[in-house]
């Protein structure tokens, strides 16, 4: 009795076998299911997917004779090839999806029927990678620096930036971005970014936070990392008094200077050309002058007359 079902088994089996009958997919992907038959003999019968556990109670979604139930029709299909195989495709897959389906023959008696059992999990995160959204350079000013974590793929990843500590990292922010400016750096460390779902978690290349000077010292901070471009912040940390200047700055003040220089061959400092300006600088001194002039000899025709009117000529 037992040789004879297994016969009937292996029969049933050879009249409609499948290339999958486990399949562990994610969300949002597809799985393709072809299956051979005999064509000789079920050529012309209806073949359907249905879902259920019980191959007597299971639910049709769709079938070759062209039904298909209203949330398949956009994103399954079941298509007959005949000899080229029955083809069952099915995309956009959810975690609703996870269960128990069939490929069956629709005969007369019994139908001819293999079950598929399909599992839809979320996808697991990628490794995530960062990038600035800004010059890294302008840390030597102490501007403020955002970065962007993301992940290329994972199912609803959330995101949450760390730094190292002991014995427990100590979370920062839970976003894609982490702002970075001097009332928030208080000391050397290294950060890190985690991308994690319900399936997995991944950590980020670190970041190195760097104190060049402190935030009551005209905040400078440097940030490394081996997925970022290395720069250098040229600063001295003495006081104002003695401090010299960054290549940048002496750079900066020796554009000035010659736009200055170039500036001034042509421009006064009042905005006019200086040949105006001259002009009326030396029509201003020739005034003075000639002022000064008819002044000096009014005072002496004044004293002449003084001394006249007091020694008078006798005749």
């Not at 009958?21 to 000789?40: D, P, V």
């Not at 139908?111 to 010059?135: C, G, N, R, Y």
């Not at 029509?283 to 008078?312: D, E, N």
């Amino acid at each position: 009795m037992k040789g004879l079902f297994i016969l009937l088994v292996a029969q049933i089996s050879m009249q409609l076998q499948c290339d999958k009958t486990k399949i562990q997919a994610t969300i949002g992907s597809t799985i393709t299911i072809t299956c051979s038959y005999r064509t000789n003999q079920f050529r012309f019968y209806k073949k359907y997917w249905c879902v259920g556990d019980s191959r007597a109670s299971c639910e049709v979604l769709m079938d070759t004779d062209g039904f298909t139930q209203a949330a398949y029709r956009t994103r399954a299909q079941i298509i007959d090839r005949v000899s080229r195989g029955l083809i069952v495709n099915v995309r956009d897959l959810k975690l609703d999806d996870t269960g128990i389906y069939w490929v069956a023959i629709d005969t007369i008696y019994s139908d001819k029927m293999t079950s598929i059992q399909v599992t839809v999990t979320k996808e697991a995160v990628m490794k995530p990678h960062f990038w600035p959204l800004s010059s890294l350079e302008m840390t030597c000013w102490g501007q403020p620096v955002v970065f962007r974590c993301r992940s290329e793929r994972g199912t609803d990843v959330q995101y949450a930036w760390y730094r190292v500590g002991k014995p427990n990292n100590i979370i920062l922010h839970t976003s894609t971005d982490l702002h970075l400016h001097c009332s928030n750096i208080t000391e050397d460390s290294q950060l890190f970014c985690l991308a994690s779902n319900d399936v997995s978690s991944q950590s980020s290349e670190f970041i190195s936070l760097q104190i060049l000077q402190p935030a009551d010292k005209n905040c400078v901070y440097l940030i490394s990392s081996k997925a970022l471009s290395s720069y250098d912040c040229i600063r001295s940390t003495t006081s104002l008094s003695t401090s010299t200047q960054t290549t940048e700055e002496l750079l900066s003040s020796a554009t000035v200077s010659q736009l200055t220089w170039s500036q001034n061959k042509t421009m006064s400092w009042s905005g006019l050309p200086l040949w105006y300006e001259c002009l009326r600088w030396l029509l201003f001194s020739a005034m003075i002058t000639i002022l000064y002039v008819v002044l000096t000899c009014l005072k002496s025709t004044s004293r002449r007359l003084m001394a006249q009117v007091k020694h008078p000529k006798h005749i």
